[in-house]
């Protein structure tokens, strides 16, 4: 089973400020193979990212995914008040599919 | 864009089976793979596992042997039965869909979980 470890664990930031978040794999996720997602509280978690950097439909070009192999990172580029929330990131390159931790980004 | 709907029984007593169904509107069920989620309350999300229509599924060894995911074409729905809960099986548990798409080498791969249900709060308590 691969372990997706997400760091930090809260980002504390103000509106307009640059987030990134890493998430790192316990071994190497394969073909890229890695999905992010935001949760606000009481919602279902949004799919922003697959396939390491492809935006899913609808989602504003200010997040933006990279990484390979066994670090991967998720950069919002300009914070917008809505994008305070959980971030997650998930991996289907082998089962079990599995999620890191999260990381919290406060104001 | 594909509409999803958990129901099922919000409490539920331990060592008994919950059960619970996705219905799917704006969509066939024959065009999606099809996931099933959970998350503790305020905790992280775990896969429990996924169905397509052909019969192929795959489930998370973790509650493999607790778990059966199926099908009913005709109502466009699909659910989850979980045996021999307990209280660490408290938790909102949502239904998706898994995208299939085709990356950049042509390979067709079963992704992410793109369209979601709001979820639903199951409770294992006595």
């Known amino acids: 089973e691969i372990v997706l470890t997400q760091s930090p664990g809260t980002l504390s930031l103000s509106p307009g400020e640059r987030a990134t978040l890493s998430c790192r794999a316990s071994?190497?996720?394969?073909?890229?193979?890695l999905a992010w997602y935001q949760q606000k509280p009481g919602q279902a978690p949004r799919l922003l990212v697959y396939?390491?950097?492809s935006r899913a439909t609808g989602i504003p070009d200010r997040f933006s995914g990279s990484g390979s192999g066994t670090d991967f990172t998720l950069t919002i580029s300009r914070l917008e008040p809505e994008d305070f929330a959980v971030y997650y990131c998930?991996?289907?390159?082998?089962?079990?599919?599995?999620f890191g931790q999260g990381t919290k980004v406060e104001i | 864009q594909v509409h999803l709907q958990e129901s099922g029984p919000g409490l539920v007593k331990p060592s008994e089976t919950l059960s619970l169904t996705c219905t799917v509107s704006?969509?066939?069920?024959?065009?999606?793979?099809w996931s099933w989620i959970r998350q503790p309350p305020g905790k992280g999300l775990e896969w429990i596992g996924y169905?397509?229509?052909?019969?192929?599924?795959d489930y998370n060894p973790s509650l493999k042997s607790r778990v059966t995911i199926s099908m009913d074409t005709s109502k466009n729905q699909f659910s989850l039965m979980l045996s021999s809960v307990t209280a660490a099986d408290t938790a909102v548990y949502y239904c998706?869909?898994?995208?299939?798409?085709?990356?950049?080498?042509?390979?067709?791969?079963?992704?992410?979980?793109?369209?979601w249900g709001q979820g639903t709060l199951a409770i294992v308590s006595s």
């Open positions: 998930q991996q289907y390159g082998s089962s079990p599919r599995t």
């Open positions: 071994q190497a996720v394969g073909s890229s193979y």
């Open positions: 396939g390491a950097f």
């Open positions: 704006s969509g066939s069920i024959n065009d999606y793979y």
């Open positions: 169905i397509y229509y052909s019969g192929k599924s």
């Open positions: 998706t869909t898994v995208r299939y798409y085709y990356d950049n080498n042509g390979h067709g791969v079963l992704g992410p979980f793109d369209y």
